[in-house]
T-cell receptor
Framework: NAGVTQTPKFRVLKTGQSMTLLCAQD?????MYWYRQDPGMGLRLIHY???????AKGEVPDGYNVSRLKKQNFLLGLESAAPSQTSVYFC?????????????FGPGTRLTVL | AQSVTQLGSHVSVSEGALVLLRCNYS??????LFWYVQYPNQGLQLLLK??????LVKGINGFEAEFKKSETSFHLTKPSAHMSDAAEYFC??????????FGDGTTLTVKP
């Protein structure tokens, strides 16, 4: 049981390049989330999904797109990377329905945009 | 609107001393509250959660938190700090839509 895994762990991009971050979970969770973490700003929700084929915008969605084609995978795309997107990105998943469900986090992807 | 405020972005204690990390919340519905811990270069992991049962919640690694509705607080404590407790701690509040609102985090330093 690997829990939540993220690929890649590190990446350096040049301004304007694109990339996709992959998140996979093996806990059969319905809900999945993408966050970014910046110093002193906690975690900010980028996009989330409440089930296969559904996505929704979070607090800071601009410049990012997501897809949830399979229940176990949640992809985060950067179409044209900007230095402001330098951050650590975390994926998480949780059970649906109850507000008492905690989130399970992946190890993070450290992205630098030059 | 729902929000979480963590008082003090950095807390430093000596090994063996009491740890107190403060969290206040604002919620229009009965709150479901969580504390997560993040060790360096890792993701967040759950320490404990409050889901409207007992107001004193015990978690892993000797941590506990008390829910106080009158003070809208959910402070995290540990009687005796250990070097291995050095990490960043996040308080979080779950919303109706399956999302969480996180505080800005408190970095705990433990001095030998």
């Amino acid at each position: 049981n690997a829990g939540v895994t993220q690929t890649p762990k590190f990446r350096v991009l040049k301004t304007g390049q694109s990339m996709t971050l992959l998140c996979a979970q093996d806990m059969n969770h319905e809900y999945m989330y993408w966050y970014r973490q910046d110093p002193g700003m906690g975690l900010r929700l980028i996009h989330y999904s409440v089930g296969e084929g559904t996505t929704a915008k979070g607090e800071v969605p601009d410049g990012y797109n997501v897809s949830r084609l399979k229940k176990q995978n949640f992809l985060l795309g950067l179409e044209s990377a900007a230095p402001s997107q330098t951050s650590v990105y975390f994926c998480a998943s949780s059970l649906p329905g109850t507000r008492g469900s905690e989130q399970f986090f992946g190890p993070g992807t450290r992205l630098t945009v030059l | 609107a729902q929000s979480v405020t963590q008082l003090g972005s950095h807390v430093s204690v000596s090994e063996g001393a009491l740890v107190l990390l403060r969290c206040n919340y604002s919620s229009s519905v009965p709150p479901y509250l969580f504390w997560y811990v993040q060790y360096p270069n890792q993701g967040l992991q759950l320490l404990l959660k409050y889901t409207s049962a007992a107001t004193l919640v015990k978690g892993i690694n000797g941590f506990e938190a008390e829910f106080k509705k009158s003070e809208t607080s959910f402070h995290l404590t540990k009687p005796s700090a250990h070097m291995s407790d050095a990490a960043e701690y996040f308080c979080a509040l779950n919303t109706n839509a399956g999302k969480s609102t996180f505080g800005d985090g408190t970095t705990l330093t433990v001095k030998p």
